[in-house]
């Protein structure tokens, strides 16, 4: 037990697992049906398709699930209920990158790079302002969330600032996902 108290690096070795059982439960039938069944919760389902929305192990589940609730509840609605699970889904990749995973990160760079080369151009003043922009599209957008709230995680954003704009950007994009679905359905 003391090796692991040691260990240096246990918010990475977690990711790592992390990674590793969502690509063995992906396998599993029986566990991707028991995630399609979420459809039938209502506003409980769209606030879990939220979180699901925003991993890339899990966004086509989570759309699905979305867009079985399209079925039975407004876009507005699951816009703002998914938007509010997507914002949960990303803080808390949002506060494992700044707090944690950043730190040994950073210890690991360090180590490749002494002169620092990289950090020196992401903070100039042409790159400096760019990470969180491009963070926001990828939020924006209907892929995955995880390089988008970790360009946001190294920036110096403020968490408040951060689950605002999350809530809105994933609320708009669910919402646009969702209704597309309605007007494009056959």
């Known amino acids: 037990m003391s090796y692991w108290q040691s260990w240096k690096y246990k918010n990475l070795t977690f990711f790592i697992i ?27 389902g769209a ?23 399209a ?13 509010l699970g997507a914002v949960a889904g990303d ?3 949002f506060r494992f990158i ?18 620092h080369h990289l950090t020196k151009v992401l903070h100039s003043k042409y790159f400096s302002w760019t990470l969180p ?13 995880e390089i988008g709230v970790s360009l946001m995680g190294i920036s110096k954003m403020r968490t408040y600032q951060f689950l605002l704009i ?3 950007l994933n609320a ?3 919402f646009l996902v969702v209704t597309a679905s309605t007007v494009i359905k056959p």
């Open 18 to 44: 992390s990674i590793v059982i969502a690509i063995i439960l992906s396998r599993y039938e029986s566990f991707h049906s028991l995630l399609l069944n979420l459809g039938s919760l209502g506003y409980l």
């Open 47 to 69: 606030f879990i398709a939220g979180i699901l929305f925003v991993s890339t192990f899990t966004v086509s589940t989570g759309a699905v699930i979305l867009l079985i609730l």
């Open 71 to 83: 079925e039975t509840l407004s876009s507005i609605e699951i816009g703002l209920i998914a938007g």
């Open 91 to 93: 803080f808390i990749i």
């Open 98 to 115: 700044k707090d944690n995973l950043a730190q040994e990160l950073e210890s690991i760079y360090n180590h490749i790079d002494g002169n």
């Open 133 to 145: 922009v491009v963070g926001a599209i990828i939020i924006a957008s209907p892929f995955p969330d």
């Open 166 to 168: 999350s809530f809105v």
């Open 172 to 174: 708009i994009g669910i």
